[in-house]
Antibody
């Protein structure tokens, strides 16, 4: 059974970089059938797609955060990471790592999510 | 302001049928598949319907989805108390080149 687990600091200071890692078990991220991505949800609000990475390293980012985000992968550890730069309080959210099906792009697996608070 | 439009709330009594609509445009729902996700309180969202009307393994057939033009809909029949959750629609948007979500519909079982 595929499992995704987010890890990283729960508190980040304004203007710093938010960095999270997703550890994948039960399947390889080197698989052309899927994209590996991030979605966030501010407390009490809706879902926002951040971006995703394909097995060949190709990345795709949503326009609102495109200038501040990088997603990378570590095949040897079967992990991928999110880096969000110059954060503000508006970036406070639950961050989910997810798997998207290539082609139809539905999100078929979600991590449990991790709350990241931006505050000094 | 979400790209896809859903009613903020819906309700029904046990056993009833409830339908939640999701309105989009020609660049998202009109051109691509619609998915639906269920988010129970305090948990991560879960895929409920994909490619407009397909159910993942384990999702009861009380849940069904459809698409017509630039709108999608999620129907829940035989409503149960455990269906009380937030429901989100989603689709790829070709113009924005990103995945877009509806604002979510909070379903209350009275």
């Amino acid at each position: 059974q595929l499992q995704l687990q987010e890890s990283g600091p729960g508190l980040v200071e304004p203007s710093e970089t938010l960095s999270l890692t997703c550890s994948v078990s039960g399947g390889s991220i080197y698989n052309s059938d899927y994209y590996w991505g991030w979605i966030r949800q501010p407390p009490g609000m809706g879902l926002e797609w951040i971006g995703s990475i394909y097995y060949n390293g190709r990345t795709h980012y949503g326009p609102p955060l495109k200038s501040r985000v990088t997603i990378s992968q570590d095949m040897s550890r079967n992990q991928y990471s999110l880096h969000l730069y110059s954060v503000t309080a508006a970036d406070t959210a639950i961050y989910y790592c997810v798997r998207e099906v290539s082609g139809s792009r539905e999100v078929d697996y979600w991590g449990k999510g991790t709350l990241v608070t931006v505050s000094s | 302001q979400s790209v896809l439009t859903q009613p903020p709330s819906a309700s029904g009594t046990p056993g009833q049928r409830v339908t939640i609509f999701c309105s989009g445009s020609s660049s998202n729902i009109g051109a691509n598949y619609v998915d639906w996700y269920q988010q129970l309180p305090g948990t991560a969202p879960k895929l409920l319907i994909y490619t407009n009307n397909q159910r993942p393994s384990g999702v009861p057939d009380r849940f069904s989805g459809s698409k017509s033009g630039t709108s999608g809909s999620l129907a829940i029949s035989g409503l149960r108390s455990e269906d009380e959750a937030d429901y989100y629609c989603a689709a790829w948007d070709d113009s924005l080149s990103t995945r877009v979500f509806g604002g979510g519909t909070k379903l209350t079982v009275l």
